[in-house]
């Protein structure tokens, strides 16, 4: 199985996609790191532990970032993943304990313990990855890969016309671990709202998993709705497992390789940049970060099909 350190802010959407890393027998979660995104940190410690503990898989949570790195934080409206992060369904208690180390500093001992091994799936907002580099420099090159859920290459935004959700609430956390030099690959939009995860799909799932099934499915109910009023569509984007599955199915994936860069601030705040390679622009700026995998397109029926199977 594949080694992953999940980076997550849980969010109904994260929450399917830690199921998935629960239970999927090609996957062994070392462990999920928290930040602030959908829900503020503490709260997104708490569902990844009630998670993990509904799911009978204990793992280690490590809190992380509170606030963006540089930008004031706006708490995340809650008509999206409800005040609580899972739809505002009735949760039980939490058993367990969050690490006693901060997420940066269980980035860096896992790694440790298992140099070029273990990859990177970030979920939410990245301020975890810059501390855990600031920690430990050597760290860009002792991961075997980061995958990151955000951004939008042709799509355009969920947040602005431009901006996704993870990369504009810490768009200068983006920009560092976009452009670090660790092997990266880009998960956003193009391809997350190609997949429409329906009631059907979750009916499946619910049957599948027990306790769990039921957070699952209650809090995709709320989610439901916001993609009714937002998209039109009857269903949920499953955003978060779809980093997963590149790591597990990448032959779904359309990739392409090139330059990634994020503007910081003005209008187009949080918008991920992409120069594909061998490309010549006159101001040469453009081609002087290192090379990132970027996903462009997907089989996006293959791909909830793949989930549902995984959970059911
Ligand atoms: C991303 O933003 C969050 O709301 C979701 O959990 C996902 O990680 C989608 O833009
Ligand atoms: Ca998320």
Redesign the pocket.
């Known amino acids: 199985p594949e080694p992953i350190i999940f980076d997550t802010?849980p969010?109904v959407?994260?929450a399917q996609a830690i199921a998935i890393a629960l239970h999927h027998p090609d996957i062994e979660l070392l462990g999920m790191t928290t930040t602030f995104?959908?829900v503020d940190v503490s709260t997104a410690s708490h569902n990844a532990l009630l998670l993990s503990e509904l799911a009978g898989h204990q793992v280690p949570v490590a809190q992380g970032s509170a606030a963006p790195m540089v930008k004031p934080r706006h708490p995340a409206p809650a008509h999206?993943?409800g005040s609580n992060g899972l739809g505002d369904i009735a949760l039980p208690a939490v058993q367990g304990r969050i690490d006693d180390r901060d997420a940066a500093r269980f980035i860096v001992d896992t790694v440790d313990a298992r140099p070029g091994e273990v990859t990177l799936v970030a979920?939410?907002p990245l301020g975890n990855l810059p501390g855990a580099v600031q920690l430990d420099p050597t760290l860009i090159d002792r991961v075997k890969r980061v995958v990151v859920?955000?951004g939008s290459v042709r799509e355009g935004g969920?947040v602005t016309p431009v901006a996704?959700?993870?990369i504009f609430n810490d768009p200068h956390a983006a920009q560092r671990v976009l452009t670090a030099g660790w092997p990266l690959t880009l998960v956003g939009?193009d391809v997350?709202h190609r997949c429409v995860l329906t009631p059907g799909h979750m009916a499946r799932i619910r049957e599948g998993q027990g306790e769990l099934g039921e957070v699952l499915a209650g809090s995709y109910a709320f989610y439901r709705d916001f993609y009714q009023e937002m998209l039109g569509i009857d269903g949920c984007c499953p955003?978060?497992s779809c980093a997963l599955a590149w790591l597990m199915c990448p032959e779904l994936f359309e990739t392409a390789r090139g330059h990634l860069t994020v503007a910081t601030d003005g209008d187009a705040e949080g918008q991920t940049l992409f120069a594909p390679e061998n490309r010549a622009y006159i101001e040469p700026r453009w081609s002087r970060t290192p090379l990132v995998d970027v996903c462009l397109d997907v089989d996006g029926e293959a791909l909830v099909e793949w989930i549902t199977r995984t959970l059911a």
């Open positions: 802010d969010g959407d994260d995104g959908n999206i993943h979920v939410g859920m955000g969920n996704e959700a993870n939009l997350t955003h978060d």
